[in-house]
């Protein structure tokens, strides 16, 4: 601009929209929402239960909190995964060969096509 260039032309060289020269970020209305909702959050515990925890405080503060603004935050927070548990087995283990007749069967299901297009589907049965 000191050389004599106008803004609108400095930011069309640069490939810049000329509004964010004027643009001033607006502060987060929800920070310290989201740092009470990190705060309370606990495995097992739904974004419901978490709204009930900080309501009687908010109300006090601030006045009303919408739910679906608390949902809202609890998902962009990443408050709502579960963490993933791998399931054990139980039972009686699998015995791993047939010692007599009767004892083990192998069930499959093979699928093919006639040259007329009709499709064909036949469960395989066998004892091992």
Known sequence: MQEGVTARRACHILSVSP????YTPVPDRNAELRRRLRGVARP???????RALILPQ??????????????RLWKE?????????????????????ATRANQVWCLDFCHDACLNGSKLKVLAVKDQ
């Open 19 to 22: 509004s964010t020269l004027y």
């Open 44 to 50: 097992g515990i739904g974004y419901r239960m978490a």
């Open 58 to 71: 908010w109300q006090s503060e601030f006045g009303a909190l919408n739910a679906k603004r608390v949902y």
């Open 77 to 97: 927070e990443h408050l709502a995964h579960r963490k993933s548990v791998m399931k054990r087995r139980t039972g009686a283990a699998v015995p791993l060969a």
